[in-house]
C-alpha cells in the first residue's frame, strides 16, 4: 500500500479535512500534502499521525517495496 494513498484513505475515514489532521499532528500543510504525494513521513511525524489516526505506526511503511 502506497503510504501517501493510505494517509488520504484513513484521513476521510476519519472524516478529517487537511487542516484538521495538520492541527491534531502538529506538522505543516505542506509535509502532509508531500507525504500524500509520496514522501515517507519522517518517524516522529508518523507516530503522531499514527495517534491521531489510531491506526499502527507501520501503516506507512507496509509493504512500501512490494508492488
Do not use: C, Q
Request: glycine content about 8%.
Amino acid at each position: 500500500m502506497d503510504p501517501g494513498k493510505e494517509l488520504v484513505r484513513l484521513r476521510k475515514e476519519k472524516g478529517l479535512t487537511l487542516k484538521a489532521l495538520t492541527e491534531l499532528a502538529g506538522t505543516t500543510l505542506d509535509y502532509i500534502w508531500a507525504i500524500d504525494h509520496g514522501k515517507l513521513p519522517g518517524i516522529e511525524v508518523a507516530s503522531k499521525l499514527a495517534r491521531v489516526l489510531d491506526v499502527p505506526l507501520d501503516v506507512f511503511w507496509a509493504n512500501k517495496s512490494a508492488k
